[in-house]
DNA sequence: TTGACCCCGAACCGTACGGTACGGTACATG
DNA sequence: CATGTACCGTACCGTACGGTTCGGGGTCAA
């Protein structure tokens, strides 16, 4: 029933996990059609029975399999030095820009903000709250760290750092987020060829917003 | 342009349009899986066979509402005047920056990129590049010829129009895309409230990055 | 009038899929 | 051994939905 409530305290059992394993490699294989319950069953060598058993209904599925997949994302927390040097944090940003380009171009992640964005509609979108909850704030906790690590050390000027990690990231993204999503091929869009040149342009960009140099504020 | 006129006008019928019409509305309101030939059928007061006749089948449909959905959307051109001031520009931009915002969070748009999201999956995504061609690329049109009269006027300056575009385009929209088809509500990403400030911030920012008094390439 | 179209509405068909039930196996605990 | 737990595999059921067929009505032109 309510595999929230677990997902807390315990997370899935061994079994389990294999499970959901099972059904993100259907889920990215073929798209959210390609999960059927009696599919997943026969890919998983489990029975139908205990998948309602474990996860409620179809849908308790799809969400224990976002679920899963955020708890195994662990997002690297910056090295807080106290003597950084200016080419450190810009190092820092770069990493971070790789990172955050190769997660969000992997295919798990397509197929499941494909998945949370297909099951939105007008009234509620639990997946997509999931996918936010689990997957963004996590992100976002990640680069205003950063963000304001370099603002205390006096390399970067901003007043908020919600603004300055909004400009971060839509340098670093543009619109490649929703064209991997809407299914153009990744070459069409330079990655991975072009990747580290990407993110190194939007991280010079940021520096010219926000570096300490350049900022009049 | 002419021909476009010509297709629009040919693409289809007057009682075609009004289906797909009730079609969108059926989406707009509960997503794909509202979609159902014999509900759309109900909705528009007409048959199924019909519907197979003009469309072929059920993807047919749902390929003609994004054609249809994107042949009504007029990107309307920039005045390209000969003697246009730095705040001509400006304010272009801006006006710019509110349509796309404006377009981009409408619940029309987010249905349609939502189904063509969901649909798309490994093999293929007919419907995704419907939508990136079809809207994706007028916008950039649009953007690219204003780019490009700015720098012709000395306002701007840069090398390749296609990474201005993208950079303008980060900094308009950020994550706010994603996140609008992930479900997340209007009012928590703070439209239509900021939008005006948002523009002007982002605006703003692409000078500082790409106005003639400011870039060194 | 006839007949050629176009279309609606409803009935119909086949099937895929969500969900349930049940019998059987392995293993642990007493 | 007896009992309980956990699970697998299969068969089964109900239904929703894509797609087809058919009868009938409106329009227009010969």
Known sequence: MNYQNKMNEAEFTERQSQV?????ALLVA?????????GLAR??????????????????????????????VRVPAVAASANRSAEDFRADFETFGNDLL???????????NRLAIGQANADGAPLGDLLIGRGRSAIRARAKALLEAARRAGHLRFD????AFE???????????????????????????????KVTRAVDQFYRLYGAEFATL
């Open 102 to 112: 190769s997660v969000l171009s992997g295919s798990t992640s397509i197929a499941l």
């Open 30 to 38: 073929g798209g959210e059609k390609a999960i059927t319950t009696a």
């Open 43 to 72: 890919a998983a060598n489990c029975s139908k029975e205990s998948l309602y058993k474990w996860f409620g209904d179809r849908e308790g599925v799809l969400s224990a399999m976002i679920a899963y997949q955020a708890s195994k």
């Open 160 to 163: 908020d750092p919600e603004v």
């Open 167 to 197: 400009t971060l990231y839509g340098l670093l993204i543009g619109d490649m987020h929703v064209r991997m999503l809407l299914g153009e091929k990744l070459a069409t869009i330079g990655l991975p060829k072009n990747q580290g040149a």
């Open 20 to 24: 959901l394993e099972a059904g993100l």
